[in-house]
């Protein structure tokens, strides 16, 4: 009978060991942007205004986290409101039909630095998934000062291409430049 008591106490805590805790980003401290080139001489950026994102990890460096993120399309931004309306229309974002755009980790894996990592998943945009690889930066984990709760710092980077997503078809390479890149930074707040 004791030993059965060890035994079940010590598989309690190999399961608490190993228990995934989910993040949650941080609205106020968090931004999703992107650049394009225009007309191949000047970079025009934007960003989305409506996104959440989360993060499940059992490991404290975050190496086996699991990301997922979804933007409203219908809140993107590049300072111009003509060029917004014509973003969110039918010959870019489409947002009535897609209203968002979403990603998913398939994978990850350690980089070359310290908290380095390639961060692999499906992105869908414009009703369109393919898979894209990014670079994740873990930034460290504090206690915020102000909800003494644990907050993490994440950066994702990357490029993609939106001819793979059918986005902008009507606008060549010579008008915007068919690589975007991406940049995602965001503080997440420890769920459980």
Do not use: C
Request: net charge neutral; aromatic share 10%.
């Amino acid at each position: 009978m004791k030993k059965t008591i060890i035994l079940i106490a010590a598989a309690l805590l190999n399961t608490a060991a190993f228990a995934q805790t989910t993040w949650n980003s941080d609205k106020m401290h968090s931004r999703l942007q992107f650049t394009i080139t225009h007309l191949a001489v000047s970079d025009v950026d934007g960003e989305f205004k409506d996104f959440s994102a989360t993060v499940a990890a059992a490991k404290p460096d975050f190496s086996d986290a699991k990301f997922t993120m979804t933007a409203n399309t219908t809140s993107i931004t590049t300072a111009n409101d003509q060029r917004d309306g014509h973003l969110k229309s039918a010959d870019f974002f489409d947002a009535a039909t897609f209203p968002a755009l979403t990603f998913t980790s398939t994978g990850i894996s350690k980089g070359a630095a310290a908290n380095h990592y390639k961060l692999n998943g499906n992105l869908t945009l414009h009703g369109v998934t393919k898979p894209v690889s990014l670079d994740l930066w873990y930034r460290g984990t504090i206690t915020n000062p102000m909800s003494k709760a644990d907050d993490a710092g994440f950066q994702v980077t990357g490029t993609i291409k939106r001819s793979d997503f059918g986005f902008g078809s009507k606008f060549g390479s010579p008008m915007l430049s068919d690589e975007v890149a991406i940049k995602a930074n965001g503080e997440f707040a420890k769920a459980n």
